[in-house]
């Protein structure tokens, strides 16, 4: 049931450029001359943070598991030789892993992964295989209208016959291309899915790879 004044048909329309909402909620209970008096009013105002790097990393600092897994983090710091404020920097870096399950914390943020729960085979781009001689593979992203500013992620998707030669989805003659809608998967989240535009039994037969990587400031 939508709140008193709400009308519940509509939608969130964004966060209007800005990296926070604020909503004020306001509490009351009149009184019941025969049972009760009437209760005082209780304003509260609940913020919300525009998904990004920044609520990204602030929230981690809030997660009840932070302290354990930046002590494990830490201690495999310290194997490598990089201790104290040296590990301590790296925790929160964009290209470091810190829960340890082989993705960094910007692919954790860019495929909405957990950062401090070993989660990779749920949070990791999918390779999907069918009979149709096509590679595709299938991801979460954000939504454009969350993927502004500063911290934008961008993620580029490529095609390869060698590892070493990679042609991206910017190429319109070669590169691979979405198909299908994007699925809504909820807190400002897609889901989609990408084809290679050639075959595998094209030029020669070669094995043919797809990828998606990820850039942010």
């Known amino acids: 049931m939508a709140p008193k004044g709400v009308d519940s048909?509509?939608?969130?329309?964004g966060f209007d450029g800005g990296k926070e909402l604020a909503i004020k909620i306001n509490a009351s209970q009149a009184g019941d001359s025969s049972n009760w008096n009437a209760a005082l009013s209780v304003d509260h105002e609940i913020k919300i943070k525009k998904?990004?790097?920044?609520?990204?990393?602030?929230?981690?600092?809030?997660?009840?598991?932070?302290?354990?897994?930046?002590?494990?983090?830490?201690?495999?710091?310290?194997?490598?030789?990089?201790?104290?404020d040296?590990?301590?920097?790296?925790?929160?870096?964009?290209?470091?892993?810190?829960?340890?399950?082989?993705?960094?914390?910007?692919?954790e943020l860019a495929f909405g992964g957990d950062s401090l729960m070993g989660d990779k085979r749920t949070a990791k781009p999918q390779?999907?295989?069918?009979?149709?001689?096509y590679e595709c593979i299938t991801f979460k992203r954000y939504q454009d209208a969350y993927n502004t500013g500063d911290d934008r992620i961008e993620y580029i998707i490529e095609t390869s016959r060698d590892l070493r030669t990679w042609t991206t989805d910017s190429d319109s003659t070669n590169g691979?291309?979405?198909?299908?809608?994007?699925?809504?998967?909820?807190?400002?989240?897609?889901?989609?899915?990408?084809r290679s535009r050639q075959k595998r039994t094209e030029n020669g037969g070669k094995q043919l790879y797809?990828?998606?990587r990820v850039k942010s400031k």
């Open 9 to 13: 048909s509509e939608k969130f329309s």
């Open 51 to 84: 998904p990004g790097k920044s609520a990204f990393y602030e929230a981690r600092k809030l997660d009840e598991r932070f302290d354990t897994k930046k002590a494990a983090f830490d201690t495999r710091m310290a194997r490598m030789g990089k201790s104290g």
């Open 86 to 107: 040296k590990a301590a920097y790296l925790f929160n870096r964009d290209d470091q892993d810190s829960d340890g399950d082989g993705l960094t914390n910007l692919e």
């Open 127 to 133: 390779a999907i295989r069918k009979n149709d001689g």
């Open 176 to 194: 691979p291309l979405q198909v299908g809608n994007a699925v809504d998967m909820g807190g400002g989240m897609e889901k989609v899915v990408y």
């Open 210 to 212: 797809i990828r998606v």
